[in-house]
């Protein structure tokens, strides 16, 4: 990959096949239009600090997501690639086509997120060199093997992480080469870049960011975005 240009891209991961959803995720109806639509519209909006747009998918949908892209998004454009067998492939693979300093990877499935949020997440990136928006754990929290607690974990200590997560192109692409020369597989972009020994800084989501994997999701993301209370930003 060649020198960066200034900016940042959103590379934003839509490839998954929704099994626990029990169908396409992305396109569910969400208060009137697709859950990948709400994603598009925050990164699209020039506060988030995005000015161009990779989406990781499967081929058959490209045209589709480039369309909505153009709808929802008009003034980033959009590009698209297929997807791996594996979202750490799939993000790999959407890197190829990221051309500025800077990118922000946001699930397609978390249409919670705000042009805020991004902004946030990206400030403290540019600071730190690596970032994400993670939220306080409100349960105890416990490791469980064969059926029985083996360890409580101090929940004052611990938080879930979310996307946005955003990183100097060069960094990421140095995390997921040498995860790959290693053989090693993470669950998100900043275990593997903890995994070089950098920092990743730690920037404070939002519940209501959660990602669409089972019904009950869209359920509790149309009574929030019904509240007139919750204004995205």
């Known amino acids: 990959m060649g020198e960066a240009a200034p900016g940042t891209t959103a590379l934003v991961p839509a490839a998954g096949a929704g099994a626990r959803f029990g169908g396409p995720k992305l396109w569910a109806d969400l208060s009137g239009q697709p859950v990948l639509a709400w994603v598009l519209q925050a990164l699209g909006d020039p506060s988030s600090g995005v000015d161009e747009l990779v989406v990781v998918t499967d081929p058959s949908e490209h045209r589709r997501v480039m369309e909505l892209a153009s709808a929802s998004a008009p003034r980033l454009g ?5 997807g791996g067998a594996r979202r750490q492939e799939s ?3 959407g890197l190829r086509l990221c051309s500025r300093e800077m990118v922000l990877v946001h699930d397609g499935a978390r249409p919670g997120v705000t042009s805020e949020l991004c902004s946030k997440v990206l400030r403290a990136a540019w600071e730190v060199g690596a970032a994400t928006a ?3 754990v409100a349960d105890s929290t416990a490791v469980v093997r064969s059926g029985r607690l083996e360890e409580v974990l101090q929940r004052a200590d611990l938080a879930a992480i979310q996307t946005p997560q955003a990183f100097r192109r060069d960094l990421l692409v140095r995390a997921h080469r040498e995860a790959s020369a290693a053989g090693r597989d993470a669950d998100d972009d900043a275990a593997l870049v903890l995994a070089l020994g950098e920092p990743v800084a730690a920037v404070l989501g939002d519940p209501r960011n959660l990602k669409v994997t089972r019904t009950e999701d869209i359920l509790a993301l149309r009574a929030w975005l019904g509240n007139s ?5």
């Not at 959009?78 to 297929?82: F, K």
């Not at 209370?229 to 930003?233: C, D, E, I, K, S």
Request: proline fraction near 6%; glycine fraction near 0%.
């Open 78 to 82: 959009c590009r698209c690639v297929e």
């Open 229 to 233: 209370a919750w204004a995205r930003q």
């Open 134 to 136: 993670c939220v306080p």
């Open 91 to 93: 993000v790999e693979r």
